[in-house]
């Protein structure tokens, strides 16, 4: 079992920036994939960035260029900074992790970006 607990969403004007950061309950080092996803109003979830075991990673097209996904193993954190926000940005922002087969959520936190 794994619990998830997400920070940093806010108010940002467009062409601003925010660090959201996860924290695992757990050491994640081992697990299959790890990252965040969001999902806006009326909209499906999507994945945004995922680090995956392999080393891989994915990342959404509309925001390569602009995010930074990381990992700190040593403190149980996922990081996922974000420049030059624009309103179609605008989402709940939920940490994922994948261990074998069960897929663990945040809570969520919700990033609003003002044009």
């Known amino acids: 079992q794994v619990q998830l607990v997400e920070s940093g969403g806010g108010l940002v004007q467009a062409g601003g920036s925010l660090r959201l950061a996860c924290r695992a309950s757990?050491?994640?080092?081992?697990?299959?994939?790890i990252g965040w996803y969001r999902q806006a109003p009326g909209k499906q979830r999507e994945a945004v960035a995922i680090s995956r075991k392999d080393g891989s990673m994915y990342t959404l097209d509309s925001v390569k260029g602009r995010i930074t996904l990381s990992r700190d193993n040593g403190k149980n954190m996922v990081y996922l900074q974000m420049n030059n926000l624009k309103p179609e940005d605008t989402a709940v922002y939920y940490c994922y992790v994948l261990d074998g087969r069960t897929t663990y959520w945040g809570q969520g936190t919700q990033v609003t970006v003002s044009p």
């Open positions: 757990k050491n994640t080092f081992g697990v299959s994939g």
